[in-house]
């Protein structure tokens, strides 16, 4: 069985769920436990205010069965750092497994769908820091924050950042010790938020990384760029019968070598991986209609394996593409 609700839904399930003895911190009436609403699972989320402007969210449940939220666009006004133990969560900008991380920074938060599979069990810490936090915290005395952590904050037409990676296994060791915290009180407090800057710390230092291997990259030619781009639009264009790799690059001008590695460059990932997220996505959106034959679609969008279609789309959306459109037909 699958579960479609509106992101407002979601929200409102939770409000449901709080009463006044759902302190697990007598000493702390800012530390509250949301349980998780029955028709979805069991479980819960703690959510801890460490000071203004800084959260820690845990959260440990079993998915009943699979979700789909439609969330709409919005503003996203926190900076968020997602740590993963388990569990799986997906969108179309998110696919964060267990070990891994997602951070999301402030901005548009666009209109989208996430995507949950049943007897999913999460076990995942969250920070959230609002953009003033990371001011006070980071910028210098004319108030501008570093170059590597601009990006990070947006105005509010502009989509957010985003950026998923493994997790290091010393931010895994952290991440455990805010689970494991053996103190209560103010104790708790100051623990929790020393915890919680420290994980913000290692991202901080991954981005710096990052942005430091960027560097090396051989610097693209507006030409190039603009070849590369028409490369993708002839991916995308034919995701039924899509070219060779060097019919692509022929056909854009470019030499194999630079086509490939200016397609990660860009697009962040293998001209391979791009057409293939783009196949499965297209598929979904045909099995929404419900107007086509799982068979069918497979074909248009360039599956000659419908078993590895099935496999592919399970992998991605965590069901099958068939019990997938029977849920959405029933959500109409």
């Avoid at 998915?63 to 993963?84: A, K, S, V």
């Avoid at 569990?87 to 949950?116: I, M, W």
């Amino acid at each position: 069985m699958t579960i479609t609700l509106s992101q407002q839904a979601f929200d409102e399930l939770f409000q449901e769920t709080v009463a006044p003895d759902q302190h697990p911190d007598p000493d702390d009436v800012l530390d509250v436990v949301y349980k998780y609403p029955r028709r979805l699972g069991q479980g819960y989320w703690r959510r801890i205010e460490l000071r203004q402007g800084l959260e820690l969210i845990i959260g440990n449940l079993q998915m009943r069965d699979r979700m789909i939220i439609l969330q709409p666009e919005q503003e996203h006004d926190w900076l968020e750092y997602h740590f993963h133990f388990s569990g799986e969560h997906h969108d179309q900008y998110r696919n964060v497994g267990a070990g891994e991380y997602s951070f999301v920074g402030s901005g548009l938060d666009p209109k989208q769908t996430s995507y949950c599979a049943d007897k999913n069990s999460f076990l995942e810490v969250n920070i959230l820091m609002q953009p003033e936090s990371l001011y006070s915290f980071a910028a210098n005395q004319q108030g501008q924050l570093p170059p590597i952590l601009q990006p990070w904050i947006r105005q509010p037409h502009q989509t957010y950042y985003c950026r998923c990676g493994t997790a290091t296994p010393a931010m895994r060791t952290v991440a455990r010790q805010i689970i494991q915290c053996p103190y209560q009180g103010i104790a708790k407090r100051l623990y929790l938020e020393g915890k919680a800057l420290e994980l913000m710390g290692m991202l901080v230092a991954q981005e710096t990384e990052i942005k430091n291997a960027n560097n090396h990259l051989h610097t693209l030619k507006p030409d190039v760029v603009a070849r590369i781009y028409h490369a993708r639009d002839i991916l995308l264009k034919r995701l039924n019968n899509p070219p060779s790799f060097m019919e692509l690059s022929r056909a854009v001008g470019l030499n194999d070598y630079l086509l490939k590695q200016g397609f990660r460059q860009v697009f962040g990932t293998t001209a391979f991986n791009y057409l293939h997220h783009h196949r499965l996505e297209q598929a979904r959106q045909l099995l929404d209609t419900g107007d086509l034959k799982v068979s069918e679609i497979a074909n248009i969008v360039g599956f000659v394996s419908h078993s590895y279609f099935t496999a592919a789309f399970r992998k991605k959306f965590g069901f099958c593409p068939k019990q997938y459109q029977i849920q959405q037909k029933k959500s109409i």
